[in-house]
């Protein structure tokens, strides 16, 4: 196709029109940022995008490799260079559709995606010791200009085929899976219980990172495409996933993520305002409750401690702090081992987050109404590389601390709610109560396919969406049979 042919003339052209060594003399572009003081008080999005003069510039430095490491890096393979080269051409929709080739969501994955250790660190550039092309931000950049200015966006008219599809969860897994088969003909319904469509990407990430609109645009062409969303709805609760079957479901992807909390069980994690950061977003991202007039308000803490060293913990600061707390986080290994997107940590840095790390909490101490009032903690030193390759946190025994907080966010990472997989009789379960797939996602009910962090656990949007496509492709072909 011409778009990603890497022998079309017009990229052969575009490759001779700029020696290597010029374009490796340009500078990695910065991306605008909201001031860090300014930003910590509201929920404006603090990465502003790229112009089209710095995207321009941007597209020059990539190379065109004939062997794109980059696309190694990608976890579904994007043709990277391709989209780029498109922008570098000045072709930014032309960009756009070749990310929506495999990517469903690329205005999100271009502002969430760890692109440091995905593609960013497979590019050529590393080798040569200077800073990668800021692939992120050229994704960010082709998939905003599609939305603004696409005008021949009308939903592709589609041939029925009248077989019902169903959906558990409309994270990035269940969109993902939903627009392919819609596109396939399916007759598509997702089943959400919450009272708003996104998953994750609207009651985790939020609003300074990740505004709603950006995925409230591709919930709507969704819709106008034909996906019918039912909100409130619990499968295992509200309706079974038999019911489901004899309702005329041909087929069901599960896609209901990895929504329980994993709390530290030490002495005193009961206490009054102690939560875990999924209750934490979710209250304050989707009910509304930092506003004290609301049914359900939470109280604002003014010293918090966010324990854990993720983007959920990222997130969790960097709310606190623009709800007016002083802000601790604590970790218990080095800055070196979080697992947080590098960016999290900057911005959160600028924002005057404390970072406590290589500290761990022992145990919390209430006050006489039982809230809590001060953490212990321990203090911890690196030891040797652990399983997950990231040195261990070790005790440094008899040292400790105590600091004044008066709330604590529990943000040490996620397992699948059982609900789904505990009520889906015969259905083979994984570690954690994951749900088992081969490597067409299906599981050991025929019918039934999952995908994301239900199947997973807590991972990355991008390989929940990828998962999304990889099961409505095989549940096609099964279906078509
Ligand atoms: P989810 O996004 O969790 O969606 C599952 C949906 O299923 C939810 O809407 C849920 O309400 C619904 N559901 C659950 N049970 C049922 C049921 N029984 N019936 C009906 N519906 C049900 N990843 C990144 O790549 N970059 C980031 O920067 C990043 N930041 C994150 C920040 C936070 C705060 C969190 C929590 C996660 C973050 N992640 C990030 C991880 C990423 O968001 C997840 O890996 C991804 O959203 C998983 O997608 P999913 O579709 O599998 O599940």
Redesign the pocket.
């Known amino acids: 196709m011409e778009l990603t042919d890497r022998n079309a003339a017009w990229r052969e052209e575009l490759r001779k029109s700029m020696s290597n060594k010029d374009r490796t003399n340009i500078v990695r572009v910065k991306m605008t940022e909201l001031d860090g003081e300014y930003r910590s008080h509201n929920s404006e999005e603090v990465n502003q995008g790229l112009t089209k003069e710095q995207a321009l510039l941007e597209a020059k430095r990539c190379l065109d490799c004939p062997k794109p490491s980059c696309m190694t890096g990608c976890p579904v393979s994007i043709n990277i260079p391709s989209f780029i080269k498109n922008i570098e051409r000045g072709e930014f929709l032309g960009a756009a559709k070749v990310l929506k080739m495999t990517s469903a969501l690329p205005a999100v994955c271009g502002r969430?995606?760890?692109q440091e250790k995905q593609c960013e660190s497979q590019c050529m550039y590393v080798k040569m010791k200077k800073e990668p092309v800021a692939i992120g931000y050229l994704e960010r950049f082709a998939a905003d200009y599609a939305r603004e200015n696409d005008t021949k966006k009308a939903a592709p008219s589609i041939k029925k085929n009248g077989i019902k599809i169903a959906v558990?969860?409309?994270?990035?897994?269940?969109l993902s899976f939903a627009g392919d088969m819609i596109k396939k003909g399916y007759d598509v319904t997702v089943?959400?219980?919450?009272h708003e469509i996104?998953?994750?990407?609207k009651?985790?990430?939020p609003e300074f990172?990740l505004p709603n609109h950006i995925v409230d645009v591709e919930i709507e062409n969704l819709k106008k495409m034909g996906v019918h969303f039912q909100t409130d709805?619990?499968?295992?609760?509200t309706i079974s996933v038999d019911q489901l079957e004899k309702q005329g479901f041909k087929g069901i992807f599960v896609?209901?993520?990895?929504?329980l909390p994993n709390f530290m069980n030490i002495p005193g994690e009961n206490l009054i305002n102690i939560m875990s950061?999924?209750e934490y977003?979710t209250r304050v991202n989707l009910m509304d409750a930092a506003n004290p007039t609301t049914d359900t308000p939470i109280n604002l803490g003014k010293n918090v401690l966010v324990v854990g060293g993720g983007?959920?913990a990222m997130?969790s600061c960097r709310t606190a702090k623009r709800l007016g707390a002083n802000v601790t986080l604590v970790y218990r290994r080095s800055e070196a081992e979080m697992p947080a997107?590098l960016e999290?940590v900057k911005h959160a840095k600028e924002e005057g987050i404390r970072f406590l790390t290589l500290h761990n909490p022992l145990e919390y101490i209430g006050d006489e109404t039982g809230a809590v009032k001060q953490a212990v903690l321990q203090v911890m030193k690196l030891g040797e590389p652990d399983a997950s390759g990231r040195r261990s946190p070790v005790p440094v025994e008899g040292e400790t601390i105590t600091i004044d907080v008066d709330q604590v966010v529990v943000a040490v990472g996620?397992s699948p709610?059982p609900?789904?997989p505990k009520s889906i009789e015969g259905l083979e379960l994984g570690r954690k109560n994951t749900i088992a797939v081969n490597e067409g996602m299906q599981s050991s009910r025929p019918d039934l396919y999952a995908?994301?962090?239900?199947v997973r656990g807590?991972?990355?949007?991008?390989?929940?969406m990828g998962d999304g496509r990889r099961a409505a492709e095989n549940m096609h072909k099964q279906l078509s049979l």
């Open positions: 969430v995606c760890p558990v969860g409309s994270g990035p897994a269940g089943f959400e219980a919450l996104g998953g994750v990407l009651y985790g990430i990172r709805c619990i499968v295992g609760k896609a209901s993520g990895a929504g950061s999924n977003l983007n959920t997130d997107r999290e996620v709610n609900l789904v995908g994301g962090d239900i807590g991972a990355t949007v991008i390989l929940a």
